[in-house]
Structure formats: C-alpha cells, structure tokens
C-alpha cells in the first residue's frame, strides 16, 4: 500500500500536524482478481475504502475505529490514575 502525506488540523492536538493516509493498490488487485478468476474482489472491496488520514503527532483518525480506540486509551488512562 502506498501512503500519502497531508498538513491538516488535528482534532485532539488542536493544531496542524502531518496526517498519512494509506492508498490501496488498485493494479496489484485487479491483477489479484484475474488470477483467483474474481475471488480476490471480496478482499479488494475491503481495501478499496480510503480510511481517513492519522495523525503523526497522537496517532488519532477520524473513523470510526479511530474514535472508538481513542476513547478506550483515554479511559484506560483515566482509570489507572
């Protein structure tokens, strides 16, 4: 997979900091496709979703998984205090 960089406001540092962004590739799974005669496409459906950039300070994305890993860190650390 390849990976994309971008500037963008993060929402838990409340500043701008480089996010990534993982981009599939499409080639490798179309040629994937023809090779497994289209069973490879469940896979590829899978991957074809662009998942939302993170943040390389905190490590935070906007999806859902993101969120909900975010929340469960915060409430870890809020019950070992």
């Not at 935070?60 to 409430?75: E, V």
Request: proline letters at 2%.
């Amino acid at each position: 997979m390849g990976t994309s960089q971008i500037m963008k406001k993060c929402a838990e540092c409340n500043k701008s900091t480089m996010h990534y962004q993982e981009k599939p590739n499409h080639i490798l799974h179309l040629l994937l496709s023809i090779v497994t005669a289209g069973i490879w496409l469940i896979v590829w459906i899978l991957f074809i979703q662009a998942k939302d950039p993170q943040c390389s300070v905190c490590g935070r994305s906007n999806d859902f998984l993101g969120n909900l890993l975010h929340k469960q860190k915060k409430n870890i650390e809020k019950n070992l205090k």
